[in-house]
């Protein structure tokens, strides 16, 4: 399987997280393998199942998101003493003392296309209207996320287009970026519709393995490709706690929960937590 892979290696062990960050900086994208022990793999689809699909009802070409997974899950937290994972989170902060940022669980079903290319990046709106206008303003890789099933063109996972982590990015060769900004389109394309498709300049199907994380940067435009399986994935984000968000949002019930059951070791990262409340739009603009 050659098509739509790197010339160069995106491929790095949890002991060599210099050369995983040179990558990430170079390609704007990297993995790192073995983060997360198989049994936790396989414990996290059953989290996911039992709070996205408890009831498995799940249609074929659809999908679920739960936009505060940490808050549910007690696998997640393990990571937490878990070295190769500290490790990881040193390489993206620093020394930093950091907080919960965000965290979400994906449930996909067979049958699904390929989503839109775009980056989660917000820091382009200049008026936040919804909570990851307010939230996606870092620059902190928003892609530290678990393909559980792993990641692979034949069966799903992510596709990124490389070196689209620059500022300055203006979209692939023979596109250009949607009005919006936060997608691309062929030039000559007649409306402002994303594209959808593998067969860009500069993308790259990323084949992982269940365990790895996929890490790619805040401006890093990615699309899920189709998916030919019943498919988990999840992300768990932090932040620096010098990055304080003023939330306009009150924090979520199940946000106060998590505080209430979590283990004291765990609680320094929930000081700045802000939970997510995706009904919230801005009244002003
Ligand atoms: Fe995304």
């Given at each position: 399987m050659t098509l739509f892979q790197p010339d160069y290696n995106i491929y790095f062990d949890s002991s060599d997280l210099t050369s995983a960050s040179n990558c990430l900086s170079k390609y704007g994208y990297c993995v790192i393998k073995s983060v997360m022990p198989l049994t936790w793999v396989e414990e996290l689809k059953l989290e996911i199942d039992e709070v996205i699909d408890p009831s498995g009802n799940?249609?074929?070409a659809s999908n679920r998101y739960h936009m505060m997974f940490a808050e549910e899950s007690r696998v997640l937290w393990r990571l937490m003493d878990h070295s190769p994972y500290l490790n990881f989170l040193k390489m993206i902060h620093g020394n930093d003392s950091i907080c919960l940022h965000r965290s979400a669980a994906i449930l996909r079903s067979s049958g699904e296309g390929m989503g839109n290319w775009h980056k989660?990046?917000?820091?382009?709106?200049?008026?936040?209207?919804?909570a990851n206008d307010i939230l996606n303003r870092l620059s902190i890789p928003s892609g530290c996320w678990f393909y559980l099933n792993g990641s692979h063109p034949d069966r799903s996972g992510i596709a990124v287009i490389e070196k689209s982590h620059f500022e300055d990015w203006k979209g692939p060769e023979g596109y250009q970026l949607t009005a919006e900004g936060s997608s691309f389109r062929p030039?000559?394309?007649?409306?402002?519709s994303a594209c959808n498709w593998m067969?860009?300049?500069?993308c790259i199907a990323i084949c992982s393995e269940p365990g790895d994380i996929i890490c790619f940067a805040s401006r890093t435009f990615h699309a899920n490709m189709a998916t030919n399986e019943r498919r988990y994935s999840c992300g768990f984000g932090f932040r620096s706690k010098k990055d304080r968000i003023k939330a306009p949002w009150s924090l979520p019930l199940t946000s106060k929960a998590l505080t209430a059951r979590l283990d004291f070791k765990y609680q320094t990262y929930l000081d700045g937590y802000t939970g997510f409340d995706g009904s919230w739009t801005s009244v002003t603009n």
């Open positions: 799940l249609p074929n989660d990046h917000r820091g382009h709106i200049t008026y936040p209207k919804t030039i000559d394309a007649t409306d402002d067969d860009v300049p500069g």
